[in-house]
């Protein structure tokens, strides 16, 4: 027989504090991807539904916690595109964006039917800082309060997973701020988010705003932590690790550090972080980072957003090197001049540039490659066409044959 709303309400009620209870003392980082969702705010990274499920399901395998899979009241195409992710995508919890309205609330759950309890969620915001509630929304603190109790109460009673958002939280003044939180877990709130909207905090002050929510907010304790941050000031990766050592226990973030206006903090780049430093930050990530480069090339493709050559993790440069001491070092070990081998990203191969830069032992190395004599005068004589080379020609595989053949001839 099947059970009653009211039992699987009251299961839940049992079961969400555990569950937070276990996140919250885990010790594990959970990603919150928002790529289908604030990275496509990017102008022109629109998305094809059938992109996203493309993008969602290789993010399930790269192991996020949850996707921000779109905003379902926005256009059809993102409540369509959350329908295709119904069922298909099965290990992360899929949560779709809504403002502190009930038909925003109803559009999500529409989106979401079919898709198990545990597994879906909203995420609400709602403008908070003076400059919201003056000129957007022209509320009064006291309107906002009570908009976040009725929506997230509201959204409670459908959802086990409800995020709450203050939007503009880093320009929003502290102690009205604690209060919205407060307000938003006595309502039902599973998360509470702190975004950086317009990407203006530096590590310093996201630490210490992180920590005064944690102190400032009575109810803490019954809600995980997210944190949010855009990149104007190039900072938001680094703001998001200064949460982690803070305590936060989700990041979102966007694969390519993709999103509205400078961007949001690149997943790759955070989950290296992590990757490479756990003395410092004491945590665990479920992130597999063998995928990172295929998953980075793959939304560069499909948002038409190309990567930069630099891009950190995942730009073409990354691996490659024409200074000669790089390449000496490189070839006598790769570690030399490498902060972490390129399969450990799923990327690579090194490759050694020639160029005008270039040294003689990567010289010998190629021609070694290629079957040529590597001898000094032959060396010496590639290293004379390199210097001698215009900018912009690619000295690749033919052009060094052609010029080792040019100096037998000679
Ligand atoms: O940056 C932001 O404030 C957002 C909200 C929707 C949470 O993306
Ligand atoms: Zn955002």
Not at 216 to 229: K, M, N, Q, T, Y
Not at 235 to 240: C, H, I, S
């Amino acid at each position: 027989m099947a059970w009653g709303r009211g039992v699987m309400r009251r299961i839940g009620q049992v079961v969400k504090p555990l569950v937070i209870r276990h996140h919250r003392h885990s010790g594990a980082v959970l990603f919150s991807d928002t790529t289908l969702r604030d990275g496509e705010q990017m102008p022109g990274a629109t998305l094809e539904p059938d992109d996203k499920l493309r993008i969602a399901l290789a993010l399930e395998e790269l192991g996020v916690h949850s996707l921000d899979a779109g905003f379902p009241a926005s256009s059809e195409q993102d409540a369509a595109a959350i329908r295709k992710m119904v069922g298909v995508v099965k290990r992360p919890v899929l949560t779709a964006l809504c403002r502190t309205v009930r038909s925003d609330i109803d559009a999500a759950e529409a989106a979401l039917d079919g898709q198990p309890k545990h597994k879906r969620g909203v995420s609400l915001f709602v403008g908070t800082s003076p400059l919201h509630r003056q000129y957007k929304l022209q509320k009064s603190e006291a309107e906002i309060l009570s908009l976040i109790a009725e929506s997230v109460g509201y959204a409670a009673s459908r959802f086990d997973i409800v995020a709450f958002s203050p939007e503009d939280a880093s320009r929003t003044e502290l102690p009205f701020l604690c209060r919205c939180y407060q307000t938003a877990i006595e309502a039902g709130a599973t998360t509470i988010g702190f975004p950086d909207t317009v990407g203006c905090l530096t590590p310093e002050k996201a630490r210490d705003s992180l920590r005064a929510i944690q102190d400032g907010v009575p109810a803490i304790e019954r809600a995980l932590v997210a944190v949010h941050f855009h990149n104007d000031l190039g900072l938001a990766v680094a703001n998001t690790l200064a949460c982690i050592a803070e305590g936060a226990h989700v990041v979102q973030c966007t694969i390519n550090g993709i999103g509205e206006r400078a961007g949001n903090a690149s997943l790759e780049e955070v989950a290296m972080a992590l990757k490479l430093h756990p003395d410092q930050y004491g945590r665990t990530m479920r992130i597999d980072t063998t995928k990172l480069v295929p998953l980075c090339r793959l939304v560069a493709e499909l948002t038409g957003c190309p990567l930069p050559l630099n891009k950190p993790v995942a730009g073409e440069t990354v691996f490659a090197t024409e200074a000669g001491i790089h390449q000496d070092g490189l070839l006598k070990h790769p570690d030399t001049y490498l902060p972490f081998r390129p399969e450990l990203v799923g990327g690579g191969p090194i490759r050694l540039i020639l160029g005008r830069h270039s040294g003689r032992r990567a010289v010998a190395h190629r021609l070694e490659q290629l079957g040529l004599s590597a001898d000094e005068v032959s060396v010496g004589h590639i290293l004379d066409q390199l210097k001698l080379a215009p900018k912009g020609t690619l000295v690749d595989d033919a052009t060094v044959q052609s010029w080792s053949r040019s100096r037998k001839s000679a």
